[in-house]
């Protein structure tokens, strides 16, 4: 019985010892939503409707500058996954825009459905054909 207790607390310790060196890639993350960006091949011209869209800005106020999108997509993130997790990026709105781009929204957290959305990327892409892949 002894040597059954000392195998088993030293199972424990070296379990232990292994999680304890582990990090995970969220240690040091500036907040639970993405950065916003304007980030994609090419640099977004100041004539193009596309550079009026800043990040935060929600679906109305896109709509306003941009009209109705060419075509949208709204698919899980993975932190639609995560137990407990109250952000608004659990799923994610790509609105599409024949010969301009896209736009892609924060969109909605698992628990509340859907929210306003939040701007969080815009890619310039001329060659954009305006249909969700």
Same mark, same amino acid.
Request: some cysteine.
């Given at each position: ?9 030293? *199972? !424990?310790?070296? $379990? /232990? +010892? ?5 990090? =995970?890639?969220?240690? &040091?993350? #500036?907040? %639970? ?27 109305? *106020? !896109?709509?306003? $500058? /941009? +009209? ?5 997509? =709204?698919?899980?993130? &993975?932190? #639609?996954? %995560? ?33 306003? +959305? ?16």
């Amino acid at each position: 019985m002894k040597g059954w207790k000392s195998t088993t607390l030293a *199972a !424990v310790m070296m $379990l /232990l +010892g292994a999680c304890s060196g582990q990090t =995970t890639r969220h240690e &040091g993350a #500036a907040s %639970a939503a993405p950065a916003a960006s304007a980030s994609s091949a090419a640099p977004i011209p100041e004539a193009s409707p596309l550079s009026k869209v800043k990040p935060g800005m929600n679906f109305k *106020a !896109v709509r306003g $500058l /941009l +009209g109705q999108p060419t075509d949208e997509n =709204t698919y899980p993130t &993975g932190k #639609a996954f %995560a137990p407990f997790y109250y952000g608004n990026d659990a799923r994610r709105t790509a609105w599409y825009y024949k010969g301009m781009g896209r736009v892609t929204f924060a969109a909605g957290n698992v628990y509340g459905g859907a929210t306003e +959305g939040e701007v969080i990327s815009v890619e310039y892409d001329p060659s954009e054909t305006g249909v969700s892949r």
